[in-house]
């Protein structure tokens, strides 16, 4: 089945230190694929996504490349803030209309100390 | 637009006690989904809808959890009896009808059973 594996946490970082978090997937289809970021108390926020191999998703300072030969997507940021500390998701979907759904990663704490 | 709301934010019950969680998803989304998240467990999909129809529930963990959406514009998810072990955060979530739509989350049901 299609899972995503995320590396192990919690990560943390000082403040204007470069951020990688890896993300690997594995599909029965061509997936579609996501970051997610939950702050604390709230629900989860769609961070970036790409929809096929090379796309590069942005957002906030935060860029993900879609690598199909090597089945990842992993997040980077070249500069981090105190205001990143989240939880971070890595998704994937497959399929089509009423088959389509959200497969996520285990998620990884990120804190960022001033 | 208000975002998916979720009531209530917090509930504390009893063991062996009915829970009822509520949803209204963004209007004019078609799909509505249901998570579950544990810190043993991580992020995982119960059930989801596909205009007010279940579409999968195999996450679904046990009788004792049902789902309804008797319209587009509200859904429940209920839990008969609780259990401690049903201690999680609950988040409902919906998106739109097109292919790679954004799943939007609601802030979530922090739910205690003692």
């Known amino acids: 089945g299609d899972s995503v594996t995320q590396m192990e946490g919690p990560v943390t970082l000082s403040e204007e230190a470069f951020l990688t978090i890896n993300c690997t997937y594995t599909a029965t289809g061509y997936p579609s694929l996501f970051w997610y970021v939950q702050y604390p108390g709230e629900g989860l926020q769609l961070l970036l996504k790409?929809?096929?191999?090379?796309d590069k998703g942005s957002n906030k300072g935060f860029e993900a490349t879609y690598r199909k030969e090597t089945t990842s997507f992993h997040l980077e940021k070249g500069s981090v803030q105190v205001s990143d500390s989240a939880v971070y998701f890595c998704a994937l979907s497959v399929g089509f209309g009423a088959n389509s759904k959200l497969t996520f990663g285990k998620g990884i704490t990120l804190s960022v100390r001033p | 637009d208000a975002g998916v709301i979720q009531s209530p934010r917090h509930e504390v019950t009893e063991m062996g006690q009915e829970v009822t969680l509520r949803c209204k998803p963004i209007s004019g989304h078609d799909y509505l989904f249901w998570y579950r998240q544990t810190m043993m467990r991580g992020l995982e999909l119960l059930i989801y809808f596909n205009n007010n129809v279940p579409i999968d529930d195999s996450g679904m963990p046990e009788d004792r959890f049902s789902a309804k959406m008797p319209n587009a514009s509200f859904s429940t998810l209920k839990i008969q009896p609780s259990e401690p072990r049903d201690s999680a955060v609950y988040f409902c979530a919906s998106r739109a009808q097109g292919v790679w739509e954004t799943q939007y989350f609601g802030p979530g049901t922090r739910l205690l059973v003692l």
């Open positions: 790409a929809t096929k191999a090379d």
